[in-house]
């Protein structure tokens, strides 16, 4: 079930890491908890290989099929 190639799960995961390392250099305490979502879908994606963002972008932003006149 992977849908994207080695390069874009690389991406993903050093975001997520850079992500991450910000959160704990801040301290994460401090840090509000709206961060960790980024954080955690960057590095879910990562994994699983599915974005769950891409998916919703790709179909909101997807060309409507021109329909065939009868």
């Known amino acids: ?24 250099l801040t301290g994460f305490d401090k840090t509000h ?4 979502l980024p954080a955690s879908f960057l590095l879910i ?5 599915i974005c769950p963002g891409m998916v919703l972008f790709k179909e ?6 021109s329909q065939s006149l009868d």
């Open 1 to 24: 079930m992977d849908k994207m190639d080695a390069s874009m799960k690389a991406f993903f995961l050093v975001m997520s890491l850079v992500l991450w390392a910000g959160i704990w």
């Open 33 to 36: 908890w709206f961060l960790y």
């Open 45 to 49: 994606s990562a994994i699983t290989g």
């Open 60 to 65: 909101t932003f997807r060309e409507k099929q």
